[in-house]
């Protein structure tokens, strides 16, 4: 198959969400076309593994993306959300912070900052970690005043007011553990 026409394929198994079937047309561009692969198959094929909470073989992906492109966004962005989900958030941040500073409109690195902070909170009732969780939770709230189905979403009231009010919610948020807290 010409490698166009598997990157139409790619592309609708994305679009469908189909991740399974999407990652299977990336291998087979893969094996019948390495020559000729672009950092944003390779990207594709890293949102795959990711989608699919492969975050190892996403990783790999993404810092092979990161070779040929060191400043790519969203490679960062998928790549710290993979080392976040792996349980290493020291490389996370690390990573985070780099997306942060190229992109100061990027939300999803303060989201997952704000998750860290609240874990920190939950675990050892540190005031520091909430002043940290609730700052990363106005960057958000900033940033994204509109995504849907985010907790803090309600563009008629203000950041305190929404922040305030998330934290009212989950005023038990000391005793969560760190799978409650990523469904918040």
């Known amino acids: 198959m010409k490698i166009d026409d598997l990157r139409l394929v790619i592309n609708t198994h994305l679009d469908k969400e189909e991740y399974r079937d999407a990652l299977e047309t990336c291998t087979m561009l893969a ?19 990711l989608r699919l909470d492969e975050d190892a073989e996403a990783v790999k992906c993404f810092n092979k993306t990161l070779e040929e492109e060191p400043d790519n966004v969203m490679a960062l962005t998928n790549m710290g959300t993979c080392l976040y989900n792996m349980g290493k958030t020291d490389e996370a941040f690390k990573v985070f912070s780099r997306v942060i ?51 803090l979403h309600d563009p008629n009231k203000d950041v305190d007011y929404r922040i305030e009010t998330f934290l009212a919610v989950h005023s038990d948020i000391r005793e969560m553990s760190a799978e409650e807290l990523t469904t918040l």
């Open 101 to 151: 500073k190229q992109n100061k409109s990027a939300f999803p690195p303060w989201y997952f900052i704000s998750l860290h902070y609240m874990k920190v909170f939950s675990d050892t009732g540190n005031q520091e970690a909430m002043e940290k969780m609730v700052n990363a939770l106005r960057q958000v709230v900033s940033l994204a005043p509109d995504v849907g189905g985010f907790p």
């Open 31 to 49: 094996a019948e076309h390495a020559s000729e692969m672009t950092s944003d198959d390779v990207f594709k094929k890293g949102l795959c593994h």
